[in-house]
């Protein structure tokens, strides 16, 4: 971790859908604000929804800092519940 991802918002636990909406959406932000990459996922970054179900049981997106390359990993497992970006 450098200092230009050290001040990352992380979410030790999804406890509703709406805390994971604001992660994905912060996530985005990342992305195309501070040039965060995109690592992995089993979908496109906001595209977890198809009409209005969620694609799969477990949805994930691994993206890395630009500058030192650390890694960060949004999982939720919509079956279930729960799940983090860390």
């Known amino acids: ?13 999804f406890s509703s859908p709406k805390l994971y909406e604001d992660t994905i ?7 195309e ?13 906001g595209e977890h929804m198809k009409d209005g179900h969620w694609i799969d049981d477990i949805i994930y997106h691994i ?12 999982i939720v497992n919509t079956y279930r ?3 983090s970006f860390e």
């Open 63 to 74: 993206i890395k800092c630009p500058k030192c390359g650390k890694k960060f990993t949004c």
């Open 1 to 13: 971790m450098c200092d230009y991802c050290s001040d990352i918002k992380k979410t030790e636990d």
């Open 25 to 31: 959406e912060y996530i985005k932000d990342l992305v």
């Open 33 to 45: 604000k501070r040039g965060f990459i995109i690592v992995e996922g089993n979908c496109k970054l």
């Open 81 to 83: 519940g729960g799940g």
